[in-house]
């Protein structure tokens, strides 16, 4: 099934699309709100607000990309919950790393990298994350975002060049600059 078919038949489904809609997205937008909040709780609470507000809404939902359209619902309640609480704090992230897939299986430098992602600003946290993890393009990234694939190109290398500026290669292996020791972020 892809995802063209599921969005169709979502559209007019009942909960036994909504729970295969669950099975299929429900672990990537937890991955990609617990990225951006950096908060395993945050995101669950998030998660099931998305799939509750798309199940209501599905009617409205024009069928094209059910993925793009899920991901723009998460990023968004990501947003206002972020906004909500002003000031957040990224010394907890032991919780976000327990939870998420390690992308560098056979690396102990996970967490290092999650750490450093966490210094980003949460929009360009976002888009690193969907780009890199979710291997997603700048035109899907266009319809979660609502800006255009150039300027999101554009964004996305200024992000890396951040995360240039805050890893340093020691011992063999990518580390934190000592100097980077923000923990919060105003939003």
Partial sequence: MNNLELGIRFICGDETELEEVISVFGDKLMRYAASILCNHHDAEDIVQRVFLQAYQNRRKFDGENLSAWLYKITYNHCMNHLKKRRLFFFSDIKDVVDVMVDPFEESDMYENVLEILCLLKT???ALVYGRVMEEQSYEELALI????????????ERAKKKLAGYLVVGNGRLERRQNNEHRFEHV
Avoid: I, N, V
């Fill in 123 to 125: 929009e360009d946290r």
């Fill in 145 to 156: 975002f609502g800006k255009s694939p150039a300027a999101l190109r554009k964004q996305y």
